[in-house]
């Protein structure tokens, strides 16, 4: 079984959209489940995370934490195509900072 | 404040060759890890050091190693390199506190021909 899941995609969505992006993982001890963004030929960059459970808001972004079904899950309201890009989920840290990520989930927001 | 710095960017190498691969971190940031990224594995974690050691390990094989200096600057090296090391090469620094913020870089694209 692998550390972390995540649904590839691609995931294609009208602009103004709402968008769902969920992965499963392994590990009950993972305490800060990260979510980062990654454009094209760029570094992933870190868009928001939630230590523990429940739910974090930052503008149009929500991340969401469910640990007894070891699920979290990051929406997207109002979906703009500047948002177009992979989506990488990544709980953690098994140890310091050695994280393992989702393979991504690649987001395509039509104008 | 500078992000961190990944030198080349670009390179190409043929089989049996070796590569160098160099990290500037954030300044301030004394942890830094690597990160394999190809389009069938994902981002893979291949070592991380803190104040000059290696205090995790990804599941590599030995061609691959890494330090790190006293500048917190790190290199990671690829030796007889593989058609299957082609990849993305990210390299990201942190705060050593374990929370999970990591500042990547760009990215060193290695090819191997």
């Known amino acids: 079984q692998k550390e972390v899941e995540q649904d590839p995609g691609p995931l294609s969505v009208p602009e103004g959209a709402i968008v769902s992006l969920n992965c499963t993982y392994s590990?009950?001890?993972?305490?800060?489940f990260m979510w980062y963004r990654q454009y094209s030929r760029k570094g992933p960059e870190l868009l928001m995370y939630t230590y523990s459970s429940g739910n974090k808001e930052d503008g149009r972004f929500t991340a969401q934490v469910d640990k007894s079904s070891k699920y979290i899950s990051l929406f997207i309201r109002d979906s703009q195509p500047s948002d177009s890009a992979t989506y990488l989920c990544a709980p953690g840290p098994h140890n310091f900072n050695k994280f393992y990520f989702g393979s991504g989930t690649k987001l395509n927001v039509k104008p | 404040k500078a992000g961190v710095t990944q030198t080349p960017r670009y390179l190409i190498k043929t089989r049996g060759q070796q590569v160098t691969l160099s990290c500037s971190p954030i300044s301030g940031h004394r942890s830094v890890s690597w990160y394999q990224q190809t389009p069938g594995q994902g981002l893979q974690f291949l070592f991380e050091?803190?104040?000059?050691?290696?205090?995790n390990k990804g599941n590599f094989p030995g061609r691959f190693s890494g330090r790190q200096f006293s500048n917190s600057r790190s290199e990671m090296n690829v030796s007889t390199l593989e058609l299957g090391d082609s990849a993305l090469y990210l390299c990201a620094s942190s705060l050593p506190s374990g929370t999970g913020e990591l500042f990547f870089g760009e990215g060193s694209r290695l090819t191997v021909l």
């Open positions: 590990n009950s001890a993972f305490q800060y």
């Open positions: 050091y803190f104040s000059e050691t290696q205090r």
